[in-house]
């Protein structure tokens, strides 16, 4: 199994930064690709980012592109989530997962942190 554990969420104005960070641990040998979600209130779960662990290949979701980068510390076991330019929009809370395979759906996930962006 793996486990993650998300933190750096938070309160800021719009405009402002933050950094997340997902610190895998257990069996972090059978990653393939780590992703970041997040879920707003009364919305559905939807897709922000992903790397692969080894080569560092990143995809973004349209609103994403061009504000949030997603990056990995592989000696850390480690993906980073740095988001500029935050709207209002972006509250949600946050979520790491983890795949081990191209053909399966993300299998683990961690607990969530909060982002909260005002106006």
């Known amino acids: 199994q793996v486990q993650l554990v998300e933190s750096g969420g938070g309160l800021v104005q719009a405009g402002g930064s933050l950094r997340l960070s997902c610190v895998a641990s257990g069996r972090t040998g059978n990653i393939l690709i780590m992703g970041w979600f997040r879920q707003a209130p009364g919305k559905e779960r939807e897709f922000v980012a992903r790397i692969t662990w080894s080569g560092g290949n990143t995809v973004y979701a349209d609103f994403a592109k061009g504000r949030f980068t997603i990056s990995r510390d592989n000696a850390k076991t480690t993906v980073y989530l740095q988001l500029n330019s935050l709207r209002p929009e972006d509250t949600a809370v946050y979520y790491c997962?983890?795949?081990?395979?191209?053909?399966?759906?993300?299998?683990?996930w961690g607990q969530g942190t909060q982002v909260t962006v005002s106006s």
């Open positions: 997962a983890t795949r081990s395979s191209w053909y399966n759906d993300y299998n683990y």
